[in-house]
């Protein structure tokens, strides 16, 4: 029976230890949202643009940073998270980013109360580290433009990409999402102007 005592205090003890001890903080993430100086466009498209909400796994609206562990397998870090969903970091992204070319009359989420001339939709395909057979940044999306008016689906394209991760720490592997996000955002917003541009006289008439 004392031995029995002695084993039960022992692990009271160790429970006592355990819950005492430091627990490991949790390190939050963001992307940088300043968005650059806008500069005088070449011409003003008289039209509005609603962005809807991205599609994705719930991987992607969730805080927590993903990883690829192997070729079908993703993963998530416990203490390394997000301090928003990457999915609605992007969306404000891409809002910021067709803001600063200065072309629209108006952009703004979808959830607005404003009339858009035209809506934008995305899908948020991938967002995350991956580590072999290098340390990279993977990022994949999908854009597309929808016309109320006319009832279809007018333009589309995507943009996927490694970033290489220039060191070894969560930090870098941030910076370097970071960095590929930028690229897609500006390749994307200069396809979507440059079919604005070459259809200028459908947008004219735009409400």
């Not at 993903?66 to 203490?79: H, I, N, P, R």
């Amino acid at each position: 029976m004392r031995r029995v005592e002695q084993a039960v205090l022992v692990l009271v003890l160790a429970g006592i230890a355990a819950g005492c001890g430091a627990s490991r903080p949790v390190k939050y993430y963001v992307l940088d949202m300043a968005s650059a100086p806008a500069a005088p466009p070449p011409s003003q498209f008289p039209i509005t643009l609603l962005v809807a909400r991205l599609t994705t796994t719930h991987l992607y609206r969730d805080d927590h940073i993903v990883y690829g562990a192997g070729s079908v397998q993703l993963g998530t870090y416990e203490y390394e998270r997000w301090a928003e969903p990457p999915a609605d970091m992007i969306q404000d992204l891409l809002i910021g980013s067709l803001r600063s070319t200065g072309q629209y009359r108006s952009v703004s989420r979808i959830g607005s109360n404003f009339r858009g001339s035209y809506i934008i939709r995305g899908q948020l395909i991938s967002f995350y580290e991956v580590d072999k057979p290098e340390l990279t940044a993977r990022f994949a999306i999908q854009l597309s433009v929808f016309d109320p008016k006319a009832g279809m689906e007018v333009w589309s394209d995507s943009y996927s990409h490694d970033e290489p991760v220039k060191g070894k720490t969560m930090r870098d592997v941030v910076e370097a999402l970071d960095r590929n996000v930028r690229a897609g955002m500006r390749q994307l917003t200069a396809d979507l102007g440059q079919y604005f541009a070459g259809h200028s006289s459908q947008t004219a008439s735009a409400p």
